[in-house]
T-cell receptor
Framework: DQQVKQNSPSLSVQEGRISILNCDYT??????FLWYKKYPAEGPTFLIS?????DKNEDGRFTVFLNKSAKHLSLHIVPSQPGDSAVYFC??????????FGTGTRLQVFP | EADIYQTPRYLVIGTGKKITLECSQT?????MYWYQQDPGMELHLIHY???????EKGDLSSESTVSRIRTEHFPLTLESARPSHTSQYLC??????????FGSGTRLTVV
């Protein structure tokens, strides 16, 4: 049973445009959400996070939105750059237990 | 500068060999994790530890074993490698906060 789902396995966006990566979850007990970025042959790196008591968190070009009623979060990257091409994982955590990762979305930013 | 180190980065080894993948962290984190990522994107938790002499199996069944004799060290061992073990192995640790810090991973190929 996949508690954290990323329904789009891939996304292709033109450089300079907005990238929107989506994530859905089923467990209303999740109280913290994170996004990780992963390049091939490297480990995931932390990108941005949001607490369940907030609905938006922004860090430079990256903004995460949380809609608790819909159990949905999204990561917006604007403007997208070629260096953003990577696999993005959303992750959720209930009460400082283990992180639960989504299935990943491969983002390709083309010139 | 990485605070969690994995060696080797790449390993090609013959079937039947015993291998140990090393993972060390300098952050004093109690919690450590091993993930496996196959050519598909999903991250599968195979082992975790919440402290010295504590190890648990993760969500994905694995023939590997782990040990946690020291806080900073969490090696993973395969007694007899098989081609089905070919994968990327990622080590992570976490402290009091919610996020994980990942190592750079070991790309294992069993021929």
């Amino acid at each position: 049973d996949q508690q954290v789902k990323q329904n789009s396995p891939s996304l292709s966006v033109q450089e300079g445009r907005i990238s929107i990566l989506n994530c859905d979850y089923t467990n209303s007990m999740f109280d913290y959400f994170l996004w990780y970025k992963k390049y091939p042959a490297e480990g995931p790196t932390f990108l941005i996070s949001i607490s369940s008591i907030k609905d938006k968190n922004e860090d430079g070009r990256f903004t995460v939105f949380l809609n608790k009623s819909a159990k949905h979060l999204s990561l917006h990257i604007v403007p997208s750059q070629p260096g953003d091409s990577a696999v993005y994982f959303c992750a959720a955590i209930p009460n400082t237990d283990k992180l639960i990762f989504g299935t990943g979305t491969r983002l390709q930013v083309f010139p | 500068e990485a605070d969690i180190y994995q060696t080797p980065r790449y390993l090609v080894i013959g079937t039947g060999k015993k291998i140990t993948l090393e993972c060390s962290q300098t952050m004093g984190h109690d919690k450590m994790y091993w993930y496996q990522q196959d050519p598909g994107m999903e991250l599968h938790l195979i082992h975790y530890s919440y402290g010295v002499n504590s190890t648990e199996k993760g969500d994905l069944s694995s023939e590997s074993t782990v040990s946690r004799i020291r806080t900073e060290h969490f090696p993973l061992t395969l007694e007899s490698a098989r081609p089905s073990h070919t994968s990327q192995y990622l080590c992570a640790s976490s402290g009091q906060g919610y996020g994980y810090t990942f190592g750079s991973g070991t790309r294992l190929t069993v021929v």
